[in-house]
């Protein structure tokens, strides 16, 4: 090795830069960038040219000008006298919104019909393969345009839902029923879902132009505390249970710290929740032209969640399934002889293992919904896509910066969840020398 | 011992016959038993399993059985089902031809049959190399493609130069079946050529920037080395492309044979998908390898490119990049440009695959142990010959399923092409159908329909990845 590594004593020729291994890399990569240099250039001159071409420049300015158009769903207020800018960032949320309860139901899912397609269970197992199959084989559009174009076009309208004087005296049903218990109506408009209210708001304080509601964040640090609290009593058993090798009984302790507070503040607060139904009159017939009361979520978003959680619920299986058949099977039979039952053998051996091998798809999963959310465009779900590289777009004719600017967005999210995910993943991953 | 024996009053001299397992330990009822009642939970969710079956088939069956296929309108389709309902397939016989062929002309659909028929052709020495299997595939392919032709087509000329033509090409994959790669690298001239029209002579004078590519090559590489050889070659077949090839195809402009031009607008439904998703998972598949080899390159300069190539493209969601190409590409590209929207989608589109595939294949080539790169080394074989001879084999053969699903993502992606106004068979021919006055208000049946062809390409495609898998596993676990 040493006599092969000494270089030649007769000087530097122009050839060696080809043949010599030691200068051929640098020689390779000058002309690549040298490439990627005039490739940049050119790029760079064409778009210069074809703006002068158009008589356009760059400038981000569009997004302090008014936008104009409404955005039915709205996490922010807003309205069709607000920025571009803002219509951006409503999107972004409602871009985030669908990707969060999303990336939930989807994992919910995913675990359920992964667990189920390895039981025993063979008609249990075979159902489970065919969901899978079904949606990891067939396009996402498909199961997005198909879930939102049979909900709203199968669903009646509001005012089936009505009670009429005629059908209080027969004792008549209307044509259309509230669902789960009177709780849920599905109308051609969208599913008006109950609302957790309260009596006694904390009020809001406004950060800037965004309200932050007080009462939410309120309830969010009573749980938050509480499971704190929990963690801290379990702590504390686990070591005095490794001191004495005694555990004191905590269950009552915990099931007082993570509800107790959170029902109290509650009761404070006055909750209830507002059940969406017409406004009736003493004899029990409906007034009005609609639901008085809960929350309408919009088609679009409801067909683009259940179609998302549907879709990538399926990979999650796969991945789930693949989990937890990749732990040898040595493990469940050392389990077995260590006298361990089947479910804490999955429990404490099998699941913890799994959850190792099933993080890194589950991340890709992830990010494939969060990016897969930008298909609301063919229901027109106004999210990032939407809005900004939507309706902006065409209004300012600024193809450029709106483009840019959307896929900079995009890529910050993903980056954001690859890197929260690979920080988890990094967590409890097998601890090697 | 004997003795003691004829003493006995009473002793059995043969065996008895096995007895059978008492009844509720065998045949159908120790099944059941196992798979479906064995303990309370499990009798729970068989109940709940049977009870969902029921009420998915008692939902969905009669609506299918008394579907209606002879039918002008969806009107007519109610009239005839009666009150109890029933599927209107007759939107899928009145349209089919739409969601096969777009807008493509009536009187040419032998065109693109012939391209898909040869198609598989193509495909046979990919899929099976070398092998007899191939040659069943071809024969098979020949048979429906001229079946097929002589069902749509009327001109008898056509399906007898199909029928020539294909039992050609089975005589040869047949006797020879390794000589089929040339019809597999001739594949893509000829399906551009059929399927677009025009003169034969532009594709072929494409082709022959591949000749100069390789005539550089075999002349720059025995003094030069490979690096310089391909980068040589390819530089001369741009220059070719760039400034020699315009003037031949121009001068053989009115040379025949000749096709009627068919223009890219007139495209559409699944012929779309296949152009884009075929052409996009061969190209993908060689730059993605590039991309890989590039990430894991020790040259800095290499890997940071490649990595930030990457990590760009699958950051962001495909429609993003559809709308780059029908959008952006006219501002990055030279003044007064207009090339073809479905050749601007199909780049954007490999690009974003090769990306995934990438990854894929960075996966396979991390998990080859290093004594593979070390022996290569001591066997003395250079960069290039130790990847194609000793590293690639092993990291694709571990990355087929990831690969293989990444194509089958790509396939499905196929679809979102409608948002930039192609006419693909999922939503741009549904809505057509839809806003037809005929079939106003029709939903289930179309999507039923583009799903299930969907269902059963990617179904395919899945099942094929786990036949290779199979047949190359070469340890003995």
């Given amino acids: 090795m040493a006599m092969a590594s000494e270089a030649p004593k007769d000087g530097f020729r122009l050839s060696m830069l080809i043949y010599d291994t030691r200068f051929r890399s640098f020689t390779i990569q000058v002309i690549v960038l040298l490439l990627v240099l005039m490739g940049i250039a050119w790029l760079v001159d064409n778009t210069v040219q074809n703006l002068a071409a158009k008589d356009k420049d760059i400038n981000f300015g569009f997004l302090w000008n008014r936008a104009g158009y409404d955005i039915e769903q709205q996490l922010i207020p807003y309205t069709n006298d607000s920025t571009h800018g803002r219509a951006a960032i409503i999107g972004l949320l409602n871009t985030l919104v669908v990707a969060f309860w999303g990336c939930i139901f989807a994992t919910v899912l995913g675990v359920f019909a992964g667990v189920l397609r390895l039981s025993k269970n063979w008609l249990v197992?075979?159902?489970?393969?065919?969901?899978?199959?079904?949606?990891?084989?067939?396009?996402?559009?498909?199961?997005?345009?198909?879930?939102?174009?049979?909900?709203?076009?199968?669903?009646?309208?509001?005012?089936?839902?009505?009670?009429?004087?005629?059908?209080?005296?027969?004792?008549?049903?209307?044509?259309?029923?509230?669902?789960?218990?009177?709780?849920?109506?599905?109308?051609?408009?969208?599913?008006?879902?109950?609302?957790?209210?309260?009596?006694?708001?904390?009020?809001?304080?406004?950060?800037?132009?965004?309200?932050?509601?007080?009462?939410?964040?309120?309830?969010?640090?009573?749980?938050?505390?509480?499971?704190?609290?929990?963690?801290?009593?379990?702590?504390?058993?686990?070591?005095?249970?490794?001191?004495?090798?005694?555990?004191?009984?905590?269950?009552?302790?915990?099931?007082?710290?993570?509800?107790?507070?959170?029902?109290?503040?509650?009761?404070?607060?006055?909750?209830?929740?507002?059940?969406?139904?017409?406004?009736?009159?003493?004899?029990?017939?409906?007034?009005?032209?609609?639901?008085?009361?809960?929350?309408?979520?919009?088609?679009?978003?409801?067909?683009?969640?259940?179609?998302?959680?549907?879709?990538?619920?399926?990979?999650?299986?796969?991945?789930?399934?693949?989990?937890?058949?990749?732990?040898s099977r040595g493990q469940t039979e050392a389990a077995y002889a260590l006298g361990l039952r089947p479910g804490r053998t999955m429990k404490l051996i099998i699941l913890p293992q799994a959850l190792r091998v099933i993080i890194p798809p589950l991340i890709s999963q992830y990010l494939n919904l969060t990016k897969n959310t930008s298909l609301g465009i063919a229901v027109s779900y106004l999210d990032l896509r939407g809005t900004l590289g939507g309706i902006t777009l065409n209004q300012t004719g600024r193809e450029l910066e709106c483009m840019l600017l959307m896929m900079l967005i995009y890529l910050t999210i993903s980056l954001i969840i690859s890197s929260l995910m690979n920080v988890f993943n990094s967590a409890v991953k097998l601890k090697e020398r | 011992m004997s003795d003691t024996h004829a003493e006995t009053a009473f002793i059995r001299t043969e065996m008895l016959g096995p007895q059978l397992p008492p009844v509720t330990e065998r045949g159908v009822v120790k099944w059941l038993r196992e798979n479906l009642f064995a303990g309370w939970t499990n009798t729970a969710l068989t109940l709940v399993a049977l009870f969902v079956v029921f009420w998915l088939v008692q939902l969905a069956l009669p609506w299918w059985l008394n579907g209606v296929w002879n039918a002008t309108s969806l009107g007519e389709c109610r009239t005839i089902a009666g009150p109890e309902g029933g599927a209107c397939w007759a939107v899928i016989k009145a349209r089919w031809h739409q969601y096969i062929f777009g807008f493509?002309?009536?009187?040419?659909?032998w065109r693109p049959i012939v391209a898909f028929g040869l198609m598989f052709v193509a495909l046979a020495p990919v899929l099976y190399y070398g092998l007899r299997s191939g040659a069943r595939l071809v024969g098979v392919v020949a048979v429906l493609t001229v079946v097929s032709l002589a069902a749509l087509d009327h001109d008898i000329g056509h399906v007898v130069l199909a029928a020539v033509v294909m039992a050609g090409l089975f005589a040869l994959a047949w006797v020879a079946p390794k000589r089929l790669v040339y019809v597999t690298l001739l594949y893509p001239f000829l399906a551009f050529w059929l399927l677009w029209g025009g003169s034969i002579w532009k594709p072929v004078a494409t082709l022959a920037g591949f000749g100069v590519m390789v005539l550089v090559y075999r002349l720059i590489q025995p003094r030069l080395g490979v690096v310089m050889g391909t980068a040589t070659g390819f530089i001369t077949a741009c220059l070719y492309w760039l400034f020699v090839q315009g003037s031949v195809t121009a001068a053989l402009a009115g040379v025949p044979?000749?096709?009627?031009?068919?223009?890219?607008?007139?495209?559409?439904?699944?012929?779309?998908?296949?152009?884009?998703?075929?052409?996009?998972?061969?190209?993908?598949?060689?730059?993605?390898?590039?991309?890989?080899?590039?990430?894991?390159?020790?040259m800095l300069l290499i890997k940071t490119l490649s990595v930030g190539f990457i990590e760009f493209i699958r950051g962001v969601p495909l429609i993003t990049m559809l709308f780059t190409a029908s959008l952006l590409l006219q501002y990055f590209l030279p003044p007064r440009t207009n090339f073809d929207l479905i050749l601007r989608v199909v780049i954007l589109v490999t690009l974003f695959a090769a990306a995934y595939i990438a990854e894929v294949i960075r996966g396979g080539l991390a998990a080859l142990p290093r004594g593979q790169y070390e022996a290569a080394d001591a066997l003395g074989l250079d960069y290039w010959?130790?990847?194609?001879?000793?590293?690639?084999?092993?990291?694709?053969?571990?990355?087929?399923?990831?690969?293989?699903?990444?194509?089958?993502?790509?396939?499905?992606?196929?679809?979102?092409?409608?948002?930039?106004?192609?006419?693909?068979?999922?939503?741009?021919?549904?809505?057509?159908?839809?806003?037809?006055?005929?079939?106003?208000?029709?939903?289930?049946?179309?999507?039923?329909?583009?799903?299930?062809?969907?269902?059963?390409?990617?179904?395919?495609?899945?099942?094929?990845?786990m036949y290779l898998e199979q047949k190359l596993k070469t340890d003995h676990r």
């Fill in chain 1, 125 to 327: 197992a075979r159902l489970m393969t065919v969901y899978v199959e079904a949606f990891r084989n067939v396009p996402l559009l498909l199961w997005i345009i198909v879930v939102f174009v049979v909900t709203s076009e199968t669903a009646p309208q509001p005012k089936d839902f009505k009670v009429t004087a005629e059908m209080v005296q027969t004792g008549a049903e209307p044509p259309a029923q509230k669902i789960l218990f009177g709780t849920v109506a599905i109308t051609n408009r969208g599913w008006n879902i109950p609302a957790p209210l309260v009596e006694r708001p904390l009020g809001v304080v406004n950060v800037g132009s965004v309200p932050v509601n007080l009462t939410l964040l309120a309830v969010i640090a009573a749980i938050v505390g509480s499971v704190l609290v929990n963690r801290a009593i379990l702590r504390r058993a686990r070591r005095i249970q490794e001191e004495t090798g005694d555990r004191p009984t905590t269950w009552w302790q915990s099931l007082l710290v993570l509800f107790a507070p959170t029902i109290l503040l509650l009761l404070a607060l006055g909750f209830h929740i507002e059940v969406p139904a017409f406004p009736t009159d003493e004899t029990g017939v409906s007034k009005g032209f609609n639901f008085q009361g809960g929350i309408l979520v919009m088609h679009s978003f409801s067909a683009l969640l259940i179609a998302l959680s549907l879709y990538t619920g399926a990979f999650i299986a796969e991945a789930v399934r693949g989990g937890v058949l990749a732990i």
């Fill in chain 2, 257 to 298: 044979p000749e096709l009627v031009p068919v223009n890219s607008d007139q495209f559409g439904g699944f012929l779309l998908a296949f152009v884009i998703g075929v052409t996009a998972i061969s190209c993908s598949l060689p730059i993605g390898i590039l991309l890989a080899l590039g990430r894991r390159s020790d």
């Fill in chain 2, 104 to 109: 493509y002309p009536q009187d040419m659909y």
């Fill in chain 2, 385 to 465: 010959q130790a990847q194609r001879l000793i590293i690639m084999p092993q990291a694709l053969k571990i990355s087929i399923p990831g690969i293989v699903s990444t194509f089958i993502g790509l396939f499905k992606d196929t679809t979102l092409v409608s948002f930039v106004g192609l006419l693909d068979p999922l939503r741009g021919v549904t809505q057509i159908v839809r806003a037809d006055i005929n079939w106003k208000g029709i939903y289930w049946e179309p999507y039923i329909f583009v799903g299930v062809i969907f269902f059963l390409i990617c179904f395919g495609m899945s099942r094929y990845s």
